[in-house]
């Protein structure tokens, strides 16, 4: 499979992280960065709280474990 043929990027997805960059830089741009945290507070506080901690620590035992292995 050609992955420029394909859309498979693999690791290095660069529209992915384009994509992010935008977002975060639409975000700042707006200024509703405390409107954003608030939200994030209730949520975190709401019945999806514990989901919401339960993917952090996921991708934080993910970044762990890799650091164990490559180093940080």
Do not use: F
């Not at 901690?53 to 993910?62: I, L, N, S, Y």
């Amino acid at each position: 499979m050609d992955p420029k043929t394909s859309g498979v990027q693999g690791e290095g997805n660069y529209d992915a992280t384009h994509n992010y960059n935008d977002g975060v830089k639409k975000s700042v741009e707006k200024g509703n960065a405390e409107e954003l945290a608030e939200k994030a507070k209730k949520a975190l506080e709401g019945p999806e709280g514990d989901a919401l901690r339960a993917a952090e620590e996921g991708q934080t035992g993910r970044r762990r474990r890799a650091e164990e292995v490559t180093g940080p």
